[in-house]
């Protein structure tokens, strides 16, 4: 059997983001492999209310050290693993058996797209890290979002490192009913049809003009509903303004709101990948998205629009409503992102650590 280490740190994170979700679903569809693989987590110091159910190896470090010191050393990895893989770049980048396959996940390259949309110093750590992988040869680095590998070929990476994967949409957390999703709309004083944004709310993610086009597309279609904005708070502040902000919620909530929202809209600047449009999609329900949003490259069923126009989101918002939203229509947008499952996911990786 191979021992298999995966990375658990961003689970730790004050802002998880869509690598806690990746991490999560990628232990999931492992699990839903054969039996040839021994999975193994690799945390840091911490508490984690719903942590995943897999044999885990706490390190006594917080988040933050574990971060600084696997650039120097694979704490934590056990001598045994045949597979060593970072789900970011956080790392580690070595360790487990002399002829162990390492492998490190690189999501996107948003810190050079939107500076503006992190610190200095996370911008410092991303160029660092990357330049470690560049350096290490032996290291199969992991891509998810389309046209990624090719500028890691730009940067110099070897074609034969580079392993593109699929990411999925099936975590196992069943959705919340549509009563109980009734229940937590009215207690924010949403009531009937909703329109809906799931993600942090931080400039990157376009809330300001997506609040405003909302307003001018709901003086058309007042069955478009109130705007609920669902997520953490992120970096940077966002002007909300008469949107509804329910902020964090469960995985089970965010589900259900997923798929009672009339339209779901995420019409980011920049985006690694953008898990919510095909999250919303996968549940049924209509989509309108950024026309660059890597996760719908080459998908029919949503709408895309200008993020930079206000008026190209609200007519996205109108054509969105007027799209057909029977159970032929639903079936159909599920059927687009139906092979992004965790379970292909993990098929995914495990060709590359071949």
Partial sequence: MTRLVVSMDQLFRPQPGGIASYVRGLLQGLAELDGAWDVRGLAPRGNLADAPSVATTAIPLDVAALTRLWRL???????DAD????TSLAGPFAGGRRDAI???AVHDLLWRDRPEATTARGVRFH????????SREAIRVVVSSPGLRERLLAEGFAASR??????GVDDATPAADSASVA??????????PFSLYVGT??????IARLVEAHCVARRRRGDLGPLVLVGPAGWGAVDTADAVVLGPQSRALVKGLLRDATVMAYVALAEGWGLPPVEALFAGTRVVV?????SVAGIDAVVRVDPLDVESIADGLVRALDEADDAPARARRHAAVSDLTWVNSARDHVAGWQ
């Avoid at 597979?83 to 970072?86: G, P, R």
């Fill in 73 to 79: 050393a694979p704490l934590g990895v056990p001598a």
């Fill in 83 to 86: 597979v060593v893989h970072a």
């Fill in 102 to 104: 390492h492998s490190v």
């Fill in 127 to 134: 160029e660092g890290r990357l330049g470690l992988v560049r």
């Fill in 162 to 167: 580079l392993h593109p994967v699929r990411l």
């Fill in 183 to 192: 229940a937590a709309l009215s207690a924010a004083g949403v009531t009937g």
């Fill in 201 to 206: 709310r931080e400039p990157r993610k376009n």
């Fill in 290 to 294: 950024s026309a660059d949003c890597p």
